[in-house]
């Protein structure tokens, strides 16, 4: 029996936090990880409201870390004791979206976790994990291709924001825009995988990059992480006005999920930029443009699911930049919880009085 917080019902403020939760055993292409710490990302309270779907009821969390401890039959490459990220979209190697190189679209294990339960509850009924994965729990059994093995001199909350922000964010700047040194970036939404984003667009050699948000507690935050400006929505045009000359930016990164940013990103983008979502949005929640603006601005609107990662491919290379003082995972953390204070730090995220926090399992 281990703990874990489970969401009921869509729209339950308070989640169940549990100590007699266990998985089913793993299969044998599967392993059962201990996870010894996991991030609070806004997607988790975008499932608890209902933005994003889930089979109910559901162990929430996605973005996490920890131990393997035990590996099916056919498993190779990993072995109790491996120190491991969780992928959220793990590659199943075959289905098209795989073949084409395109992983972090790959639904095969994902549409799988919505008619098999990973978890049982101590009356023995059963219970999902978000996104197939359900890392605010204690155990939780994946796929073999839904761990990354990583070195085990990295801090597990560090290795947890390995598993969505950091990818998410940078893999946004680095796979899916490309943004080419000197280039003029904007990011609407300086939470953590706007903050991300920034880092990203740093790393990357972006010249000027305008953080946009109008809570303005994240607008020192954002320039420790490499913002050069920071803007409130009601501050965008004057700020685009001063640093593009009006004309507006080369790339333009939206990190909220809603469809008015979106707006706010196409209106900061220059004619010929490009646009790129990043924000997980409602299914209902439509965003629309001329036919005639969308020729003749001649901007592009890109999505970026996981950052266009390969996680496999890009978890090293975002260790060895933090290996290389190039990117700053610490400084995304505002606190290290424990697992009682989950409802505490959904409300928190809520309220936007925090970055990341990241529960650590003692
Ligand atoms: N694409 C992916 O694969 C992927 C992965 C992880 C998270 N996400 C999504 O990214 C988004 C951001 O996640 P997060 O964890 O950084 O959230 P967060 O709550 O930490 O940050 C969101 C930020 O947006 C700001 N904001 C709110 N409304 C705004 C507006 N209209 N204009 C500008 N800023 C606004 C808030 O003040 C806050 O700072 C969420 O939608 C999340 O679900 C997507
Ligand atoms: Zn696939
Ligand atoms: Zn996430």
Known sequence: MARAAVLHAVGD??????DDVSTIDPGPDQVKVRIKATGVCHSDLSTMTGVLPSALPTVIGHEGAGVVAEVGDRVTGVQPGDHVVVNWTPDCGECAECLRGEP???????AQSFSEPGFKLGDGSPAFG??????????????????????????????????CGIPTGVGAVINTAKVAPGSKVAVVGAGGVGLSVIQGARIAGAS????????????????QFGATHTATLDGLEEAKGLLTGGAGFDYTFEVVGKSAAITTAWNATRRGGDVIVVGAGAFDDNWSQTAFALLFDGKSLKASLYGGCDLKRDIPLFVDLWRAGKLDIDGLISRRIGFEDLNDAVRALTNGEVIRQVVVFD
């Open 208 to 223: 000027t990059i305008l953080a946009i948000d109008p809570n303005e507690a994240k607008h020192s935050i954002a320039k």
């Open 130 to 163: 978000m996104a197939g994965t359900g890392t605010w729990a204690e155990e939780i059994v994946l796929p073999r291709r839904g761990v990354v093995k990583i070195a085990e001199d990295i801090p597990f909350e560090y290795a947890a924001l390995l598993g």
């Open 13 to 18: 403020k308070e989640l169940d936090l549990r």
């Open 104 to 110: 972090y679209l790959c639904m095969t294990y994902l």
